[in-house]
């Protein structure tokens, strides 16, 4: 083993080691709430019956393909369906997509130990890292599977029919938007980049990949689009996603690149921070590109990093625009976290610049090898501080139930309060009102409707009587009741308005936009 494979091994154990030990660690010293999407994903696991979990997905509770649900179902039957271990798996799949992300650059450029700084560098000062890879949910294994997309989309640029590239490109690119439609989105990338290497090589070779691409989305045509059309009523009349503005855009994209401080970041008087991270790395990329690209097809073919470096920057870039475009023409899907498979371009991109700009000798080699212990424990550290802070559930209005009558009913407007409150706290009778009219009230929150259809799914089809319909929500049922009302959702008003319900009680409660009513009919 030569001396640069035997560091790059050394190098990528260490890394999954910080990785997982610092996130996993860490989980263990903050509140371990699941958060809303989180409870869905562990209702889904904990089905018994496997059929069952994929005949709830269909029907709305979930907004993409199975795949996810189907392989974390079988780690929780098999293995633990414990939450924390779930999602210790998810930091596991997370750390190891990183690990394989690290050796494979390295083998196209760089030194290893200089490599192993950059990624890590830029692996934790990018937020959105911690908040998906710890969570219930798809994304980690979304990523890791992009990330197998990718490398064999760029070593399909130098062999464009090899054949068991050519079938290893159809089943995980299928697997891709098996685990996520967002998946398709980057389909479309890379065959729209693929389509640019055609008219420029004229190599009618690479019609082969664009062959692949074909026979993708005509197997999530005929295998999923039925049901896709079906779960897609749940974001009727409109997702729950807002439409872009031009300073959210760039908080957007900003969220996949890395950051001193995002909280610095969101002050009105530092807002040109992201706008100038985002026009920095397309003004990068343009100029690198540019630079390279005049060098002719058949330089830019034999030269495999600067090959996977333009790969990066216009599928990073097409995958933004295509996600905005359908936002802005059919419904809003522009969020950072469907975009997070990105963020591994975006890494290659400012790794691929720093080479080129400074090279491999701007840091003196034995220095940095010196150094790289203690840098390590600083990244250790690090991390779990990053994730020990980090709550995705506000969990604040906790502190005030226990001052509620127990024999009283505790409804919340939100499935952000309900679902985790129910899931986790057995001490309060929390429910949930699904009632339509008030829901799709003009101007009411862009959720209401969503979330009123899925938790109409989980309560047909897990029977969670928590989960109230209109219909049984009267005195006969629930003559005495509190609501955890916020002033961003309209539902409780309208039946005070209306008379029905009678408001006797309202509860002190110092969280902005909050109140708790205690009712009666």
Known sequence: MGRTRKTTVL????LLIILTGSIITSMFFKEQWLWMDEVLSYILISDPSITHLNDAVVSGMDANPPFFANVYWFIGHYISANPQFLRAVSVLIFAI???FFFRYTTTLLGTPVMNFVL???????????????TQIRAYSLFLLISLGFFVISHRLMSTPTQGRLLVANVIVALLLVFTHNFGLFYVAASGAFFFLLFL??????????????GLVLLGWFFIWYPNFVIQTDAGKPHSWIPMPTFRSFFNTVGELAPTISSTLERKTSLFFLPVLRFVLVVGLFSYVAITQVRRGFQAVREDKALLFYLFAGFVYLATITISLVVTLVHTSVFISRYLWPSHLLLIYQLVYAFYFFLGSQSVPRLRLARLLPVYMVLVAGFLF???KKIAIFPSGVMGYLPQLNKNYPVFFETADYFLPIWNQVKSVKACYLLDWETAATEGNILGATVEHKILKSVREKYNVENVVPTTKFNKANYPHF?????????QIEHFVQSGRVKVINRLPIDI??????????
């Not at 509190?482 to 309209?490: A, G, H, K, L």
């Not at 902005?512 to 009919?521: D, K, S, T, W, Y």
């Open 11 to 14: 190098l990528s154990i260490a």
């Open 97 to 99: 997509t990183v690990v």
């Open 482 to 490: 509190y609501v955890v009302d916020e002033t961003s959702n309209y």
């Open 200 to 213: 420029w090589s004229k190599d009618r070779r690479y019609l082969a990949i664009l062959g692949t691409y």
């Open 385 to 387: 501080y990053q994730n």
């Open 119 to 133: 990624i890590t560098a830029i692996i934790s000062l990018t937020y959105l890292n911690l908040t998906l890879s």
């Open 512 to 521: 902005e936009g909050h109140r708790i009513l205690e009712c009666v009919f």
